[in-house]
């Protein structure tokens, strides 16, 4: 099991555009990926590829999310994803 | 009993009703003749348990509900790559929920339920009744989602019927757009270059369809009862003047829509000046909403902003914007408009169009609650900020920035508001005249701030205590009213006593969509209002009548439309003593 930490930088947090970005890209990485708050019990960590579950997650701008995957091609998948989040995707 | 079915009339047969030419409001001008399309209407639930035997196993129903989410995937994201902006954003996100493991395994699973199991139709649909609760329970930003995941789970139902999608038709040839009314979620999705005119069966003056319409330019009437039952692909005719839609079109009907198709595009060009016949200025103004409002409205030869929505750059935040981002977007603005009026309207939360750091969102009434204004005493701070924004913008801009508040109903609040802006460096402090009590009392509320505009949208609704956005009040919804007309004269001669008192004149102008409407424009005038502002389509057609008529023959007409007993009358007396209007199909 490989994990990353990541800050969320998009102003408005993991909602909207930014949200529906991240989505895809974790479904482009064709691995299962999950991301919940650092401390949350990781049972309770949501589906990376659902945007849904993501808009529920309600993370704001400055969040620390953790991002777990593994098997084959988790560290690739989740160093691409943890960018995806540090990239303030409000800024025009 | 009759099963319920058997009581919806079969769309289309040979003994429906047909009450051609139907009568509704005209809100935009225009005549046009094409085709009809229906919007498709709001898909029924499916009913518990299936109304047939489920079909093919278990496996095979979960393979439909995943094969319809990706259909309907595909074609949103076929949508969005054809959209742009805004529509584009939401068509993509839209596209991501259709196949969301969250909305489709718990479809799924819904399928073999303990209590019960679900059609393919029914498990999406509850599926997606979850998702929406779980979304509206959120709040905010998530909650306005709401209706995204329901227009998904709609689509998919559809798609497992095998009907067409809710919403829009696409269509390759341009159409009318017939619906009962449009969502603003439907505006986004509405392709201009399709769409040549818009015809509603409920909706009054304001709706949303109304305001889209006005946005777009596009001809339109609301309010036509019946309109539904005209099948699609009929050839119809709407004159959006005279709020008419003729579904048996003859010659007649062809050389007007043809006319106004070659004289449509020479009367949206406006010189840049407005004036009456003998050339006494009356300034038009745009009403814009964003720097590419303005921008566009700085083209369309606008003298200047007669109302800037700030509301831009607060919707869809949960957050109120920093000074920072609110001096950038004012200055988009005024940028525009070097040297110009610019009349900045400040935060108009609640109501429709509530923030969720500014309204209280259990009001039992909120257009009569705490919304413009009024949400300054409950919410300290905000008002500030964006005045301390406005003027640090208007410093390094030459913009002629005036600022007005909306929802002003005592000259207390009046004195406040211009305190403010006078402590802040803003001097040209103004109110909005929205509320009934702030005309009736205008020459104590002028005597506190420099000029009034007034909102005949809002004032409408209050004078007539009629609720703008239901089409069923659409007749009380109109500005023409007597009251309205009253009310309006009273802030005129209002501003003008507190102006003699000052000793120095108060303006007094319009920047609802009365404005904009070429006969009434001309009544406004001659009541003595002082500038006009609109949306920056309608700057050509009311120049062109404007300039028609002399200000002695616009206050005649204004006596004509004060002593009419009806709105009816009053729009029927001016108009016929405008023929210019019927000439250009205004």
Not at chain 2, 41 to 61: D, H, I, K, N, R
Not at chain 2, 160 to 181: H, K, M, N, T, W
Not at chain 2, 398 to 423: D, H, K, N, R, Y
Not at chain 2, 499 to 505: I, L
Request: glycine content about 8%; charged content about 20%; hydrophobic content about 45%.
């Amino acid at each position: 099991m490989s994990e990353r930490i990541a800050i969320v930088a998009s102003r408005s947090g993991l909602h909207a555009r930014p949200a529906a970005i991240f989505t895809e890209a974790a479904q482009d990485t064709g691995v299962q990926v999950t991301v919940a708050r650092t401390g949350d019990p990781r049972e309770d960590a949501m589906d990376a590829a659902s945007i849904l579950s993501l808009m529920a997650l309600g993370a704001a701008q400055g969040e620390e999310l953790v991002l777990r995957a593994e098997g084959a091609g988790a560290d690739q998948a989740l160093d691409a994803l943890v960018q995806v989040l540090e990239t303030d995707h409000d800024a025009a | 009993m009759l099963e319920a079915s058997s009581t919806f009339p079969s769309n289309g047969s040979a003994d429906a009703p047909r009450r051609t030419p139907y009568m509704g409001v005209g809100v935009v001008p225009g005549r046009v003749l094409a085709p009809v399309r229906q919007m498709t209407a709001a898909v029924q639930e499916p009913p518990f348990p299936g109304g047939s035997p489920a079909q093919g196993t278990l496996e095979s129903q979960s393979q439909r509900i995943k094969d319809a989410a990706k259909a309907v995937q595909a074609d949103l994201r076929s949508r969005a790559a054809t959209a742009s902006g805004e529509a584009k954003n939401i068509l993509s996100a839209t596209a991501l929920m259709a196949t969301d493991p969250m909305l489709v395994t718990s479809a799924i699973k819904l399928l073999s339920s303990p209590d019960g199991a679900r059609t393919p139709e029914r498990a999406v649909w509850e599926a997606g009744s979850g998702v929406a609760e779980m979304l509206s329970g959120l709040g905010g930003y998530m909650a306005e989602r709401v209706s995204d995941i329901l227009d998904v789970r709609a689509r998919i139902v559809c798609e497992l019927r095998g009907e067409p999608a809710p919403g829009i038709p696409y269509s390759e040839q341009p159409f009318i757009l017939v619906a009962e009314d449009l969502a603003p979620a439907d505006t986004a999705t509405l392709d201009p270059r399709k769409v040549l005119a818009l015809v509603t069966a409920s909706g009054g003056p304001q709706s949303h369809t109304a305001i889209l319409a006005r946005a777009l330019g596009l001809p339109a009437v609301v309010a036509a009862p019946g309109v539904q039952e005209i099948p699609d692909g009929q050839p119809v005719y709407v004159d959006g003047a005279v709020g008419i839609v003729n579904s048996s079109p003859g010659e007649e009907q062809q050389r007007a829509a043809e006319s106004w198709a070659a004289s449509a595009s020479s009367l949206k060009a406006f010189s840049g000046s407005g004036r009456t016949a003998d050339g006494f200025s009356v300034p038009l103004l745009a009403n814009v909403g964003s720097a590419a409002d303005a921008a566009l409205a700085a083209v369309a030869c606008a003298e200047g902003v007669g109302l800037l929505r700030t509301e831009f750059c607060f919707l869809n935040r949960d957050t109120e914007p920093t000074i920072a981002d609110q001096v950038e977007a004012y200055g988009g603005v005024f940028e525009a408009f070097p040297g110009r009026k610019v009349v900045v309207r400040t935060l108009d939360a609640g109501a429709d169009k509530p923030l969720p750091f500014l309204s209280n969102l259990d009001e039992p009434n909120p257009a009569l609650g705490v919304r413009g204004y009024r949400a300054h005493a409950g919410f300290p701070g905000v008002l500030e900020r964006q005045l301390q924004a406005i003027a640090t913008a208007a410093a390094s801009h030459t913009a002629e920035v005036w600022v007005m508040a909306p929802m002003i109903s005592t000259a207390e609040e009046a004195a406040e508001f211009a305190s403010l802006c006078l402590g802040l460096g803003l001097a040209t402090p103004g109110v909005m005249v929205e509320v009934p009590s702030a005309a009736l009392t205008a020459s104590s509320v002028l005597g506190e701030v420099d000029f009034a505009s007034i909102g005949t949208n809002d004032l409408t609704q209050y004078a007539m205590a009629a609720d703008r956005q239901l089409g069923s009040l659409a007749a009380l919804n109109d500005p023409w009213q007597p009251a309205v007309l009253q009310l309006v004269r009273l802030t005129v001669e209002g501003a003008a006593a507190a102006g003699a008192a000052d000793g120095k004149p108060k303006s007094v102008g319009v920047c609802g969509e009365a404005a904009a409407d070429p006969a009434l424009a001309v009544v406004l005038v001659g009541l003595g209002i002082t500038t006009l502002s609109m949306s920056a389509r309608a700057l050509g057609p009311v120049s062109a009548v404007l300039s028609s008529v002399t200000v002695a023959q616009a206050r005649e007409l204004a006596a004509v439309a004060l002593r009419a007993p009806t709105a009816a009358a009053a729009r029927s007396a001016v108009r016929s003593a405008l023929p210019l209007l019927s000439e250009l199909g205004l």
